[in-house]
């Protein structure tokens, strides 16, 4: 009995003393400051460094700056003598697609348009397989799918409804019998799909809508294989596709059924893609602080320093994305550069990279786990911070809160010394709406935390969502709200001095991606 009262003393005191504030990692975290960050954004996100694009001369700037400013804090370079981890890309210059059915020539940025960026072929088929809304998802049972791989694939865009507003995928949890199924490309892609037609109700709205994103230069990290193209068509083409039937009439068929369809429209359709390619440079900036017992031992923090670039005189500043969570690596790697040179650590290795190419595909962060500087079976974790300086509509009148995505998807230990970092010290309000499965925006695959995700290593994603100037010109840093900037900051440097410090490393224990 005594034996079983001091065991349960023993687990008492430890829960106590880990829920005890650290003094030394509260004395660091104090670097962590609104003013610093603000100087550097004011930099950074000015209309000098032309909206940072990758590749071009903003972003050798923005290179340049972080690097610079690394070396005057006391991080050091991640190999002797050099920030940079150079990789090659394939600029691919906007070039419209070709397309013909049944010999008819169809007018690019009139009756369809494409993204930049698509891998030069040429695809002829006499068949289309029209599936309503999307490539089945195998969690949704009542559809059983269609064999796509190598065929055209059309579909419509959006998410189906029902007449009474509720959509598929709620439906579907309340037990009915209507089904919910993906539009997304990735789907068609995985399926081996050859090329996928989407239906979009207005193609000269999107075309005013998407004008800067259209007309860009798209970019690959070279040596990628040729991926499917997607192609968005009118609704006057997509029944030229079908002859006798009609897009409209068959989407009412299926949303007053609530049934999927497969229907093979036999015709003859070819789709030429042309490309002009140019060769460049990018680069990742890389600072690292070597640990002490544990070095062998690696935790990642990102952000990606690369935005839109410039549309003519108009500047894309990307202060919020992802100017404010570059600027906060960079006063994160101050502190912990503080702390080692007080002696204090950290007993892990620290990467503290910036990384380019995430607004063209999440390029440098892909280079990077295809090329990595230090093993990936030493990687504890990345820690990504992507847009952390502004508030969306949910939000607007409570600045104190961020999203969290990701935390357990692959170790249920990272969860929680998050959670215990922020009740310890922040009290932010953590939101976990995009960490849902079922998440529509799919957030958790859009920035550069996936591309370690993806290769076994856990990951927490920092986002404040998307607001009125999400991708805009007016993403400008007078919007910023610093203080919030600085909570989280220092959140993210909470939980990273946790996993830099802690006796054992976090158990990967968990599947949910």
Request: with cysteine; net charge neutral.
């Amino acid at each position: 009995m005594i034996k079983y009262i001091l065991s349960i003393l023993v687990v008492i005191v430890s829960f106590l003393f880990v829920q005890e504030k650290d003094n030394v990692a509260m004395q660091y975290a104090s670097y962590v400051t609104a003013a610093g960050m603000s100087k550097n954004l004011h930099v950074l996100a000015s209309d000098e460094y032309e909206g940072r694009e990758t590749g071009k001369k903003g972003q050798k700037m923005a290179a340049e700056y972080i690097s610079n400013q690394f070396k005057a804090d006391g991080i050091p370079p991640y190999k002797e003598n050099t920030y940079y981890q150079e990789f090659p890309l394939s600029v691919i210059k906007s070039m419209p697609a070709e397309i013909s059915i049944n010999g008819k020539q169809f007018i690019a940025n009139k009756d369809f348009y494409n993204y930049p960026g698509l891998s030069e072929q040429v695809i002829t088929t006499k068949s289309v397989l029209f599936l309503g809304y999307g490539i089945d998802d195998e969690k949704y049972s009542d559809y059983k799918g269609a064999d796509v791989k190598d065929k055209v694939v059309m579909i419509l865009s959006g998410e189906p409804f029902r007449k009474d507003s509720t959509s598929f995928i709620t439906a579907k949890k309340d037990k009915t019998k209507w089904s919910y199924y993906k539009t997304k490309p990735d789907k068609a892609k995985e399926k081996g799909v050859s090329a996928l037609l989407i239906v979009v109700d207005n193609v000269e709205k999107d075309l005013t809508d998407n004008k800067h994103r259209l007309e860009s230069e798209s970019m690959k990290l070279e040596g990628n294989k040729i991926e499917m193209p997607v192609i968005y068509i009118s609704k006057e083409m997509a029944n030229t596709i079908l002859k006798k039937k009609k897009i409209e009439s068959l989407k009412e068929k299926i949303l007053a059924s609530g049934k999927p369809l497969n229907l093979v429209a036999k015709t003859k359709i070819e789709i030429s893609i042309k490309s002009k390619i140019e060769k460049v440079n990018s680069e990742n900036v890389l600072g690292y602080i070597e640990g002490v017992d544990l070095k062998n031992e690696l935790i990642i923090v990102t952000a990606h320093y690369d935005h839109l670039g410039k549309n003519g005189d108009v500047v894309f500043n990307g202060a919020d994305d992802d100017g404010s969570g570059t600027v906060g690596v960079m006063e994160l790697a101050q502190a912990f550069a503080k702390a080692k040179k007080d002696g204090h650590g950290p007993r892990r290795s620290m990467l503290f990279m910036t990384v380019a190419g995430e607004e063209k595909g999440l390029l440098g962060s892909s280079y990077y786990v295809q090329h990595p500087e230090f093993p990936i079976k030493n990687t504890v974790c990345d820690l990504n911070i992507d847009m952390i300086g502004r508030q969306d509509e949910k939000h607007k009148d409570n600045p104190n809160y961020i999203y969290v995505i990701g935390d357990d998807k692959l170790s249920s230990q990272l969860h929680t010394i998050s959670e215990s970092a922020n009740k310890l010290y922040e009290n932010l309000e953590l939101d976990y709406t995009y960490n849902d499965v079922n998440d529509k925006n799919r957030f958790y695959y859009r920035s550069d935390h996936y591309n370690f995700a993806k290769n076994g290593i856990p990951i927490i994603f920092y986002f404040n969502g998307v607001h009125e100037d999400y991708h805009k010109a007016t993403d400008k840093v007078e919007k910023i709200n610093f203080d919030k900037m600085e909570k989280i900051t220092r959140l993210v440097f909470y939980t990273a001095w946790e996993l830099a410090n802690r006796n054992e490393r976090i158990v990967i224990d968990s599947d949910k991606k």
